[in-house]
């Protein structure tokens, strides 16, 4: 535009000065950003969202923050969410605290508080289950009610549905828990075949490994008692 015009040309602007030119509201209103009129961005008083979609417009929940497409799309009176990716925290509703990071992460939570989840498909079933933090791609994926599960690795606790209270460190550690609770794996493959076995405690690559409902086992080293299946 000319001199002392006011007003941001589509082309792009010459001669602005940082201090004092601006794209937003000098009042105290919210700024909206918009594509194919979708909301693709918001800042609001207590909101941040870019993205399509990105966070319900008619939430009430406060102190959100959101990057992604779709990211807290149905998000309702929930607060003190992040989301960054892809449909992160999608269906969440009323959860609270909730931090997803990765694509589709904690996709399915509704109602779950206090969850954490880092890389892809991470938590993505969880829908009411809370206090479970995940790192690493498709950890923790399919757990829909298990609490205070802590998964750190590529598919640690991957197939866990209802379990609570497990720990698992390695790639592909308590794979194949579901309901299982109270148990520790350590290490690549550790306790992967366990299901429902409970409170076992496996420290070295594949120890444990056969267990599928065995309970009260311990096993330190590489491969020690991985061929144990529903001994106790």
Request: aromatic share 8%; glycine share 12%.
């Amino acid at each position: 535009p000319a001199a002392g015009s006011i007003g941001w040309a589509l082309t792009g602007n010459a001669g602005t000065n940082p201090v004092t030119d601006f794209i937003g509201t000098s009042d105290n209103t919210d700024v909206v950003f918009k594509r194919n009129n979708v909301v693709a961005g918001s800042l609001t008083n207590n909101n941040t969202s870019f993205g399509v979609s990105a966070l319900n417009p008619a939430s009430t929940g406060s102190i959100n923050s959101t990057i992604g497409n779709f990211s807290l799309y149905s998000n309702t009176t929930g607060s003190a969410n992040t989301a960054n990716g892809y449909e992160a925290l999608f269906s969440n509703t009323t959860g609270g605290n909730n931090t997803a990071s990765g694509n589709q992460s904690l996709f399915a939570n509704t109602t779950g508080n206090n969850n954490t989840a880092y890389g892809a498909l991470s938590l993505g079933a969880n829908s009411t289950g809370a206090n479970n933090t995940a790192t690493g791609v498709s950890a923790l994926r399919y757990n829909t009610t298990g609490n205070a599960n802590t998964a750190t690795g590529v598919s640690a606790l991957n197939s866990n549905t209802t379990g609570s209270t497990n720990t698992a460190n390695g790639y592909h550690a308590l794979y194949n828990n579901t309901t299982g609770t109270s148990n520790s794996a350590t290490g690549t493959y550790a306790l992967y075949s366990n299901t429902t076995g409970a409170e076992n405690v496996a420290s070295g690559t594949s120890s444990l490994y056969s267990n599928n409902i065995g309970n009260n086992n311990v096993a330190l080293g590489y491969f020690a008692l991985n061929a144990n299946t529903t001994g106790s």
